[in-house]
């Protein structure tokens, strides 16, 4: 069997420890649990990436790109802007086909002990900032929306804090927020910021 060159075999350590993050948290997670998954030693998991913490930030990383690469992909396609942007939106949400919230959740409350993890979701946070910015400004410019208050940045900031806000509520508390609720929670919310 051929070997696999480092770049791919970085990818599969990178998606292996994504999906193993997801079944049994971060907390637990071994890197020779991720080892295990791909039939591989531990020790070139840490040929590969060093640390532990190491691997756990790239992972992180990996896993959002992966996601705001979809967004970007339904940020560009046609049709009225504000449209797009309600299709990024719900790509976002917990009831879309992104990743799990699970593995987000927990890797937040990592990165309030880890400064490379925490510079992590500042980098994906200001991605996913700038794919909204955009699309809001694209759409004033258009005349599908007005102006939101106090600009598009702090409008941008607006929707991921409601959303990750209530992405935490399902999954913690699947009681006070279901599905339909909360596209509806959403989409009257985008209408008082979009005008």
Known sequence: MARKNAAARREEILAATVEEIEAAGLRTLRVSDVAARLGLSASL??????T????????????????????RELSSGSGPVRERLRAVVGWYLPTGTSRSWKIWIDGWSAGLFDDSLKATFAGLDREWK???????????AAGECTAPTGGTDASATRILAFLDGLAIQMMVN???VDAGQLRAWVADFLTHELG
């Open 45 to 50: 998991i840490i040929y590969h990436f060093e």
């Open 174 to 176: 699947p009681e006070a």
């Open 52 to 71: 532990k913490e190491a691997l756990v930030t790239e992972a992180f990383d990996h896993a959002g790109r992966q996601d705001i690469d979809r967004a």
């Open 130 to 140: 700038s794919i909204l910015v955009r699309l809001m400004e694209e759409a004033i």
